[in-house]
């Protein structure tokens, strides 16, 4: 039986981690956290095989910059990575299974906590791998920056609580192709050690993680303003890319000139589409 947030809160384990990474950056989590000088950044959410690579990819090339260490194929900013599944693991969730940490997540009190642990490690020295040993900080940076992770939309709460200025893009495919696009790379990573969600080996399944993750992500949406939140089907996106790129750079406030806009549009490929619907 899934555990209650309740049950989670007094969870052995989620105690340990959090004692854990507190000890580990010396600090203790400060309750306020909105105080901050943290310059707003780009925030990309997204199911799981829904376009947030492609996305991120689009982002960097329009000059919104998206991470020094990047995960090879996914684009995903190693920092930011690391704490959302830290995140998850604290509450004993994971990426196909996240239902603990999404009802963990609906007690405030938690989304400060782990807010908490967020800012410590924003504050540290650990934050330059994010911005390489040149760049600035979250504190300096006066361009577009941000980055993407579909575990984003379900620690949108957390985020938000450090950066409420925050801009969000949210991309959104149809359930059937991002559930057969699941099933597919499992079954390629069949037999690999960590690389196979046997949940997303049924497509039925695939679809219900799609929809929890879809349903959870727009609830969390409702609480940034209208102008800093935009969504972004995927197959518009592929039919159109440079009516969509346009739109994003509009939103980002990054390079808008016809050269760019093309430059970035060219990295879009057109694979084959299931369900083009317009409802996002």
Request: aromatic share 6%.
């Given at each position: 039986m899934m555990q209650s947030a309740r049950q989670l809160v007094g969870h052995g384990l989620f105690?340990?981690?959090?004692?854990r990474s507190r000890a580990r950056l010396g600090q203790a989590t400060s309750t306020s956290h909105a105080a901050t000088s943290f310059s707003?950044?780009?925030i990309v959410v997204g199911m799981h095989r829904s376009g947030t690579s492609v996305l991120s990819r689009v982002l960097g090339e329009l000059g919104t910059f998206m991470g020094s260490q990047q995960a090879a194929g996914t684009n995903e900013a190693r920092f930011f990575a690391w704490q959302n599944r830290l995140f998850f693991r604290m509450a004993s969730a994971w990426w196909d299974a996240p239902?603990?940490?999404i009802r963990l997540l609906e007690y405030e009190s938690w989304q400060s906590e782990f807010a908490g642990v967020a800012r410590s490690w924003?504050?540290?020295?650990?934050?330059r791998s994010f911005w390489g040993p040149a760049g600035p900080s979250v504190h300096e940076s006066d361009g577009s920056w941000g980055w993407k992770d579909p575990r984003n939309g379900l620690t949108l709460p957390v985020w938000l609580r450090l950066f409420p200025d925050a801009r969000v893009i949210n991309i959104e495919r149809d359930p059937a192709a991002v559930a057969r696009s699941l099933q597919m790379r499992s079954e390629k990573r069949f037999g690999t050690p960590g690389g196979t969600s046997l949940s997303t080996l049924d497509r039925e399944q695939g679809i219900r993680l799609h929809e929890l993750y879809t349903t959870t992500t727009r609830a969390n949406l409702q609480t940034v303003e209208a102008a800093r939140r935009i969504c972004v089907r995927y197959e518009h996106l592929v039919l159109d890319p440079v009516g969509v790129v346009r739109q994003l750079a509009e939103f980002c406030g990054t390079a808008s000139d016809d050269e760019s806009i093309e430059r970035s549009a060219a990295l879009v490929r057109r694979p084959s589409l299931v369900g083009a619907s317009s409802r996002c």
């Open positions: 105690q340990v981690a959090l004692r707003p950044p780009v239902e603990p940490l924003l504050d540290s020295p650990w934050s």
